[in-house]
């Protein structure tokens, strides 16, 4: 499991009851000074936006894998 999963894991078995939710979205690997990237940046936090507006969670959180305790 990845990172991803281990946080999910670690923030559903220490705190019971917390609103968790997760927004995942892919983004390719961009350079840190990678100045040509800013607009698509700024398009994936566009994107991560509309996605809290929606409340697009991730829906692999639902898995049985993060339920584990």
Same mark, same amino acid.
Do not use: C, H
């Given at each position: 499991?990845? *990172?991803? #999963?281990?946080?999910?894991?670690?923030?559903?078995? =220490?705190?019971? @009851?917390?609103?968790?939710?997760?927004?995942?979205?892919?983004?390719?690997?961009i *350079?840190? #000074?990678?100045?040509?990237?800013?607009?698509?940046? =700024?398009?994936? @936090?566009?994107?991560?936006?509309?996605?809290?507006v929606?409340?697009?969670?991730d829906?692999?959180?639902?898995?049985?894998v993060?339920?584990?305790?």
């Amino acid at each position: 499991s990845d *990172a991803n #999963d281990q946080q999910s894991r670690v923030v559903a078995q =220490l705190f019971d @009851g917390l609103d968790f939710r997760r927004f995942q979205i892919a983004i390719p690997q961009i *350079a840190i #000074d990678d100045v040509a990237a800013i607009p698509r940046l =700024l398009e994936f @936090g566009e994107q991560l936006g509309q996605m809290m507006v929606n409340d697009e969670t991730d829906p692999d959180v639902d898995l049985p894998v993060y339920k584990l305790v």
